[in-house]
């Protein structure tokens, strides 16, 4: 079945980096564009980046432009987030997630969300 | 930024009607998504392109959106809806969640 899985999660200190990943199947990865949300803990949904299913596309949050990375494999079927300069804000769970439709020039509807891997930013 | 607001929550008996609004500057010219979530799971998608449903989903869930207003409507509201609910839109180049409203079921 259509499933994505999050790993890379852990607790970092503020000015380090993490990378975390999205392994994807049960769907054809390279004709969907993909997202990163994240939720800090009692919060709303926040945004953090899409990338175009071709990889020609990038878009990020302004919380995170310039510290944050999207980037995917398509042969390996896996979503990436690069995170550098991390800071105690960043602590949340991090979703990837799944356009609705192949094929858009925009980012579409999220129908595919994984579990979430959780990252932590603390001394 | 674009803004979305959600009231923060709202109550309903079994079996009324519960309508979320999300309010945003002419929002009626853009798709607005719902999603619903569950306490420690992932948020589910439940209506799209403002008033389609993803396979699956019942048909008590709908949506409208005109002007600056787009409503979820949960029609004959079971305890198994009780969730928080978010809007989302994209805009300029950045996707826009609302803040969420929690429906609880009394």
């Known amino acids: 079945q259509v499933q994505l899985v999050e790993s890379g999660g852990g607790v970092v200190q503020p000015g380090g980096s993490l990378r975390l990943s999205c392994a994807a199947s049960?769907?054809?990865?390279?004709?969907?564009?993909m997202h990163w949300v994240r939720q800090a803990p009692g919060k709303g949904l926040e945004w953090v980046a899409f990338?175009?299913?071709?990889?020609?596309?990038?878009y990020y949050a302004d919380s995170v432009k310039g510290r944050f990375t999207i980037s995917r494999d398509n042969s390996k079927n896996t979503l990436y987030l690069q995170m550098n300069s991390l800071r105690a804000e960043d602590t949340a769970v991090y979703y990837c997630?799944?356009?609705?439709?192949?094929?858009?020039?925009?980012?579409?509807?999220?129908?595919?969300w994984g579990q979430g891997t959780m990252v932590t930013v603390s001394s | 930024s674009y803004v979305l607001t959600q009231p923060p929550s709202v109550s309903v008996a079994p079996g009324q009607t519960a309508r979320i609004t999300c309010g945003g500057n002419?929002?009626?010219?853009?798709?607005v998504h719902w999603y619903q979530q569950k306490p420690g799971q992932a948020p589910v998608l439940v209506v799209y392109d403002d008033s389609d449903r993803p396979s699956g989903i019942p048909e008590r869930f709908s949506g409208s959106n005109s002007g600056n207003t787009a409503t979820l409507t949960i029609s004959r509201v079971e305890a198994g809806d009780e969730a928080d609910y978010y809007c989302?839109?994209?805009?300029?180049?950045?996707?826009?969640f609302g803040t969420g409203t929690k429906v609880t079921v009394l």
């Open positions: 997630a799944k356009d609705l439709r192949t094929g858009g020039t925009d980012p579409d509807a999220f129908d595919i």
């Open positions: 990338i175009r299913y071709d990889g020609s596309n990038k």
């Open positions: 989302q839109v994209w805009d300029s180049s950045s996707d826009r």
């Open positions: 049960g769907f054809t990865f390279s004709s969907y564009g």
């Open positions: 002419n929002i009626g010219s853009k798709s």
